[in-house]
C-alpha cells in the first residue's frame, strides 16, 4: 500500500459525458501528479500541482482539467469523453516539488468510454 | 528535458543478475536518474535514485559512470516476481516523463 488513494477503482461511462477522478496523497506529501496510461502503453504525464498550484504540464487535452484542493487532494476532470480517453489514470504524489523525492503511486483508476 | 533510451525487453532466468542499461547523453548538471518498476494494472514503484557513481539499497544497485551519459540498474538474483516494466527517468524539474521503459520477463 503506497498510501495514495484513488477513487473510483473502475468507471464506466457513455461517450460524451464527464467524470471526476479523486486522489488523495500521502500524508504530509503537498506534490500531486497525474497520469494517463492506455492499454499496453507508456506513462502520459498530465500535469503536476504542488501545494494547490499547478506546477508543470504535460500532455493534457482541454477537455481534462484538474486542481487540487486546500487539504491537499486532487481531482481530475474529464469531459466530453470519447472513446479513446479509455485508459488507467495514475495519481501519485511526493513530498517535494522537483521530483527528486521518491514518487509514489496509487493503485489507478480504470475508466472505460463506451 | 534528457531524453532517455532503454532496451525495448530483456529476458533472463531465475537466480541471475540482470542488467538494464539507460543512455541518457544529454543529461543535464542538475539532473538526478530514478528507476520505476511497474507490473501490469499497477502503479509504477520507486526502485532507486542516484547522481553519480554508484547507489545501492535492498533491492537493487545503480551505476552511473562519471560522464553521466548512461546509467545501469542491476537487479541481483532475479525471481519470476521481477517480470516487469522498468523506467529509467532522467529529471531535475518538475514533470517526471516516463519513457517506453523495458519489459524484463524473468523465466523459471
Known amino acids: 500500500d503506497s498510501g495514495v488513494t484513488q477513487t473510483p477503482k473502475h468507471l464506466i461511462t457513455a461517450t460524451g459525458q464527464r467524470v471526476t477522478l479523486r486522489c488523495s496523497p500521502r500524508?504530509?506529501?503537498?506534490?500531486v501528479y497525474w497520469y494517463q496510461q492506455s492499454l499496453d502503453q507508456g506513462l502520459q504525464f498530465l500535469i503536476q500541482y504542488y501545494n494547490g498550484e499547478e506546477r508543470a504540464k504535460g500532455n493534457i487535452l482541454e477537455r481534462f482539467s484538474a486542481q487540487q484542493f486546500p487539504d491537499l487532494h486532487s481531482e481530475l476532470n474529464l469531459s466530453s469523453l470519447e472513446l479513446g480517453d479509455s485508459a488507467l489514470y495514475f495519481c501519485?504524489?511526493?513530498?517535494?516539488?522537483?521530483?527528486?523525492?521518491?514518487?509514489?503511486f496509487g493503485q489507478g483508476t480504470r475508466l472505460t468510454v463506451v | 528535458l534528457a531524453k532517455t533510451t532503454q532496451p525495448i525487453s530483456m529476458d533472463s532466468y531465475e537466480g541471475q543478475e540482470v542488467n538494464i542499461t539507460c543512455s541518457h547523453n544529454?543529461?543535464?548538471?542538475?539532473?538526478?536518474i530514478t528507476w520505476y518498476q511497474q507490473f501490469p494494472s499497477q502503479g509504477p514503484r520507486f526502485i532507486i535514485q542516484?547522481?553519480?557513481t554508484k547507489v545501492t539499497n535492498e533491492v537493487a544497485s545503480l551505476f552511473i559512470p562519471a560522464d553521466r551519459k548512461s546509467s545501469t540498474l542491476s537487479l541481483p538474483r532475479v525471481s519470476l516476481s521481477d517480470t516487469a516494466v522498468y523506467y529509467c527517468l532522467v529529471h531535475s524539474s518538475y514533470k517526471l516523463i516516463f519513457g517506453s521503459g523495458t519489459r524484463l520477463l524473468v523465466r523459471p
Open positions: 544529454n543529461i543535464a548538471t542538475n539532473d538526478y
Open positions: 500524508s504530509g506529501d503537498l506534490s
Open positions: 542516484g547522481y553519480k
Open positions: 501519485a504524489s511526493s513530498v517535494g516539488s522537483d521530483g527528486r523525492t521518491e514518487a509514489f
